[in-house]
């Protein structure tokens, strides 16, 4: 059953320190996105990679960090210099070679409260 | 830089009546566009493509390139309608998707 996971479902952070989100992927699919979804602003993209041990910052990836080592993970740390980290986090995947009119297949999510 | 705009954040409407639900973009080249939709705890999930012209659950959306809009219309809304939509934009010498605001839809009965 092809899909992707990202866990925890629900994370706590205190103030100060450094969390990571996972996501994994078993689609075989070259590209992964990161979103921050935030109640009257849609969803916005934190960082993306569109092949293994390559990523480009999107339009909000202050205080965030990735990695793509492989193929399947796409892995996202909060850290502490995020200034506004309550939100919830959305993983996505797609293969551009097969034409991206084929869309995004999204996680479930993680919803991250800074306590 | 592209663009999605969704004017409403919020629809309500009653079950059998028309919707539409707006979506303006700004892009300078030729843009691939979506609807997403995302139901209550469930995943955001792809409603349709405008380069497919199909009708997903009644749903029709047209490219206006002219208006640079792509509204989402259905003839006679029902209840389990009711989600957050997202219009979306991806350029085409590239893959990353640019969402608009989102828009509420609630169908009552």
């Known amino acids: 059953d092809g899909g992707i996971t990202q866990s925890p479902k629900y994370l706590f952070r205190k103030e100060g320190q450094n969390v990571t989100l996972s996501c994994e992927q078993n689609l075989n699919h070259d590209a992964m996105y990161w979103y921050r979804q935030d109640p009257g602003q849609g969803l916005r993209l934190i960082y993306y990679?569109?092949?293994?041990?390559?990523?480009q910052k999107g339009d909000i990836a202050e205080g965030y960090s990735v990695s793509r080592e492989k193929k399947e993970s796409f892995p996202l740390t909060v850290t502490s210099a995020q200034k506004n980290p309550t939100a919830f986090y959305l993983c996505a995947s797609t293969n551009p070679g097969t034409g991206s009119g084929y869309g995004y297949t999204f996680g479930s999510g993680t919803r991250l409260t800074v306590v | 830089a592209q663009r999605v705009t969704q004017p409403e954040k919020l629809l309500s409407v009653f079950k059998g009546a028309p919707v539409e639900l707006k979506c303006n973009y700004s892009?300078?080249?030729?843009?691939?566009l979506f609807w997403y939709v995302q139901y209550s705890r469930q995943r955001l999930q792809l409603l349709l493509r405008?380069?497919s012209r199909e009708s997903i659950k009644g749903f029709t959306a047209d490219l206006n390139k002219g208006e640079t809009s792509f509204h989402l219309k259905k003839p006679f809304a029902q209840e389990e309608d009711s989600a957050m939509y997202y219009c979306a934009l991806v350029e085409t010498s590239g893959s990353r998707l640019t969402f608009g605001e989102g828009t509420q839809l609630t169908v009552n009965p």
């Open positions: 990679s569109q092949i293994v041990n390559d990523f």
């Open positions: 405008h380069i």
């Open positions: 892009y300078s080249g030729s843009p691939e």
